[in-house]
């Protein structure tokens, strides 16, 4: 039969009480124990007397016997100094998962569009710049040629005099035929 030095768990939803138990390993958490040898309330401080209370006579009598406490009771027996609890190393447990990784990247090359794309506009404005600069000598080119303006602007107010005339004509026949369209009704 192996023995082991364990945590029960007790109290109600959300309020954890543990009892510290010697039981067979084969049997649930809070199953059938052999003895208690002490308590751990999680709800207390850190540095209040209650939080872990051990019979260290009786649990230097079980690890005697050839008992294996668990990890979190091998903590409090380190604490108390009944027992060397060696310090563990894990190099990989900072590390983040290959998901996190994965996430990282797309979040770098967002960000790395988003760069070069800011990049881009700021570019743009300097090229507006310069059009900018080609309309307004265009400009004055045409303030050199007032004739050119004024040749074009003769030329716009003559157009609409034509269209006037090619209209009245088409407005002319609808009138005719509207007469012809009276005279067949009566």
């Not at 390993?25 to 809070?30: A, E, H, P, Q």
């Not at 990890?71 to 998901?99: C, H, S, T, W, Y």
Request: zero cysteines.
């Amino acid at each position: 039969m192996a023995v082991a030095i364990r945590l029960a768990r007790g109290g109600a939803k959300k309020r954890p009480y543990y009892r510290i138990v010697v039981a067979d390993s084969r049997r649930s958490r809070d199953g059938k124990f052999i003895e208690r040898v002490g308590s751990y309330n999680p709800l207390l401080g850190k540095d209040d007397p209650d939080r872990v209370k051990l019979d260290t006579d009786r649990i230097k009598h079980w690890l005697s016997v050839g008992a294996q406490p668990t990890d979190r009771v091998l903590r409090f027996l380190d604490a108390e100094g009944i027992m060397k609890r060696e310090p563990r190393n894990n190099p990989q447990k900072a590390e983040p998962g290959q998901q996190a990784k994965d996430r990282a990247e797309a979040k770098a090359a967002k960000e790395a569009e988003a760069a070069e794309a800011a990049k881009a506009a700021e570019e743009a404005p300097a090229e507006e710049a310069k059009e900018e600069v080609t309309e307004e000598a265009a400009t004055d080119a045409t303030e050199a040629a007032p004739a050119e303006e004024a040749a074009a602007e003769e030329a716009k107010e003559e157009a609409p005099a034509e269209e006037a005339k090619e209209e009245a004509p088409a407005e002319e026949a609808k009138a005719d035929d509207a007469d012809a369209d009276a005279e067949k009704a009566e």
